[in-house]
């Protein structure tokens, strides 16, 4: 089983014989997580504000939107942001279907969903270990590799150490199953060079601060993000992406 970083999207392994996790770990996929934590029934993903207005004017009353801006704030449309400090202070979502469009992470999983990728997973700190596990058992019975992509930053042209490290744990993890299942794996060097920031900083919060998303966090007054999204392997929910609905938006369940 061959194991593939993809730094930024357009990084991407064009391998359809991949299952992929994607992560943005600061804070897209960590919040993805989250809500389904929190009881909510589906995530709908678009790259397109309109599509956020579009729901919204439904007046859906289980229907919430989270949404930010190009600096990473609340947008005025939205109920909330994809802080953690903000869906941790949400009541009970149980049955809520969340509509969602961040500036990188919808994105990155719009561009798989455009090459042809069938088994997507989100992945975090917060559910590496499980993700990963489930990854390898998927990919096994499909004969298949897995590829995990990063978000990056600005529309996912730019690398970010939080991610790429996130990357590297659940490689580890993953890594750690098929000693388990005694499946032969072949890291590639993208999955040799993401696995050398593990050594460079001291724990996972640290490498997470000395990101440009880290610095983002600082700068929008969510320097409290960084630390709950740095919690590992604290939840055995897996949201998986399950297809677009006739309105357009890429569905994602848990």
């Known amino acids: 089983m ?3 970083i993809s730094f930024i999207p357009q990084d991407l392994k064009h391998n359809l014989s991949s299952v992929c996790i994607f992560i943005d770990v600061l804070r897209a996929s960590s919040a993805i997580v989250s809500l389904f934590d929190k009881g909510c029934k589906e995530v709908l993903l678009t790259d397109r504000e309109e599509k956020l207005v579009e729901i919204k004017n439904k007046n859906n009353s289980k229907l919430l939107i989270c949404s930010e801006n190009l600096l990473g704030e609340r947008l005025d449309i939205a109920d909330f942001s994809p802080s953690l400090i903000e869906i941790n202070a949400l009541g009970d979502l149980t049955d809520s279907t969340v509509a969602m469009k961040t500036t990188n992470g919808t994105v990155g999983i719009h561009k798989l969903m455009e090459q042809g990728f069938e088994h997507i997973f989100i992945g975090s700190m917060l559910n590496s270990k499980q993700v990963a596990e489930e990854a390898v058992s998927l990919a096994a019975k499909l004969g298949f590799g897995i590829n995990i992509v990063c978000a990056g930053r600005n529309n996912g042209k730019t690398y ?4 790429i490290y ?3 744990k659940i490689v580890q993890y993953a890594k750690a199953a098929t000693r388990i299942n005694n499946i032969e794996a072949k890291t ?4 040799i060079i993401a696995e050398k920031l593990l050594t460079s900083y001291l724990d996972i919060a640290t490498a997470f601060e000395a990101s440009a998303s880290g610095n983002t966090m600082r700068r929008i007054n969510c320097h409290q993000d960084i ?3 740095a919690r590992d392997n604290i939840t055995k929910t897996v949201p998986k992406v399950a297809g677009i609905n006739h309105e357009g938006f890429i569905v994602v369940k848990a």
């Open 2 to 4: 061959e194991f593939y």
């Open 160 to 163: 970010t150490i939080d991610d």
């Open 166 to 168: 996130c990357a590297a």
């Open 188 to 191: 590639t060097d993208s999955v």
């Open 227 to 229: 630390a709950l999204c």
